[in-house]
């Protein structure tokens, strides 16, 4: 038989590395022909618009730099399927394009929404009796899937998170008045990557001096409140906010994908003109924005390598005739650090959150504590020997048109 992988969803510094876990994997073994890729995730299905990754690894040998090589090789897309009780033409579109590229599995590389097709699609298989088995491989820089300790491609966003809170909070400390930075980090509902600027604080940095996450109650006179007396302690105050914060109750949103989610931005703004007007000191806002999940020259060693693993544990899944699962990562201890990969059901992923925990934040609503720095560390380990040319890293061929 033959594959196929496909991609979803905002992209990651590491989703290229489970896209080439399911290539390396598949390559091994001999019941598997061809490996093909769907541009565009979903909608490359339904249009019967496949790429062969086999051919390519054979034109294109040097796969290993899909390690080094940030967003959605394979191009990406945000379509939700339909209710197949109310409409199953795309299900049957998508079956048989499957079939007629004697395609016995698919892989799709996500998020919660991803996990909704694939346990979509997984039940629709079995329900007309095809036997083509659907596998989920996690994915997502906001760390919010259940039924999973972490998810790859959230370390090195968090890498890149801490580490710029280190560097903008040296930034801010060359000037001898009180001032005020503001970073805004990803994050809709969950705060896990806003809360994991507190990695900043393993190497001896006092900042981030607050971080403020969708999961704590959240007014703009406790924010006042906490800034001013952060200001007595500090010249410079360092403060983090995730995007799903709500100012007076209400989240800033534009327009609406297909699943609901509206775009966010502009909390950091918004923080920056309360500050300058009711504390009258020097404040900037800083929205990170895309670099969190395309900042591949220095993701972490640790999440790399486990994106690459959890992909070719979904062929052996697939192999084993596992369908309808995603393969979720399992902590066995923080010391040494040790992790396995088992599947799950997608059904118990798909739609759901995973918020951080009450409990990991402290009773001001301001901060994180220890414990999360302890769950964060091993994930955000470790660093990439890049290939480069003229000095830049080096990228693989990308498949989706240009």
């Not at 914060?245 to 966010?264: N, R």
């Not at 951080?356 to 964060?376: H, M, Q, R, S």
């Amino acid at each position: 038989m033959n594959i196929a992988v496909a991609q979803s969803g905002g992209p990651t510094c590491a989703i290229n590395s489970s896209l080439l876990g399911v290539l390396k994997e598949g390559l091994k073994h001999k019941e598997i022909k061809t490996v093909y890729g769907a541009i565009n995730g979903i909608v490359g299905v339904i249009n019967n618009d496949f790429a062969d990754l086999t051919q390519a690894a054979k034109d294109f040998p040097d796969i290993d730099l899909m390690r080094q090589t940030p967003s959605s090789l394979l191009g990406s897309c945000r379509y939700k399927l339909p209710d197949p009780e109310k409409d199953p033409s795309a299900y049957e579109t998508i079956a048989q394009n499957l079939e007629k590229n004697d395609i016995g599995a698919f892989f799709y590389i996500g998020g919660n929404d991803s996990m909704d097709t694939t346990n979509k699609l997984s039940a629709y298989m079995k329900k007309t009796g095809r036997n083509i088995k659907v596998i989920g491989v996690p994915k997502t820089v906001d760390n919010d899937l259940c039924e999973t300790d972490h998810t790859p491609g959230f370390g090195s966003a968090a890498k890149y998170v801490a580490t710029t809170v280190s560097e903008v909070a040296r930034d801010s400390l060359v000037y001898s008045i009180p001032n005020v930075t503001i970073i805004e980090i990803m994050g809709r509902n969950a705060g896990w990557l806003a809360a994991s600027a507190c990695v900043a604080r393993a190497n001896g940095e006092t900042a981030p001096h607050l971080i403020y996450l969708p999961e704590a109650e959240f007014s703009k006179a406790k924010f006042l409140a906490d800034v001013n007396a952060a200001l007595k302690q500090y010249l410079s105050v360092v403060v983090v906010v995730s995007e799903g914060i709500q100012l007076d109750g209400t989240v800033t949103e534009g327009k609406v994908d297909a699943f609901g989610h509206g775009a966010l931005a502009g909390i950091g703004k918004e923080l920056e003109a309360v500050v300058t007007s009711e504390i009258g000191c020097k404040c900037r806002a800083i929205e990170l924005s895309v670099i969190q999940r395309c900042a591949s020259h220095i993701s972490s060693l640790t999440d790399i390598e486990e994106s690459e693993e959890v992909g070719k544990a979904a062929v052996r899944a697939m192999l084993a005739g596992e369908t309808g699962k995603m393969m979720a990562f399992k902590r066995i201890m923080n010391n040494p650090y040790t992790v396995a990969i088992e599947p799950v059901d997608a059904c118990l992923v798909a739609n759901n959150e995973k918020k951080f925990p009450l409990e990991w934040i402290t009773e001001g609503g301001n901060n994180v504590k220890d414990d999360a720095l302890a769950y964060f560390l091993p994930l955000v380990k470790g660093e990439q020997v890049l290939k480069t040319v003229n000095g830049l890293p080096a990228f693989y061929r990308t498949f989706n048109k240009q």
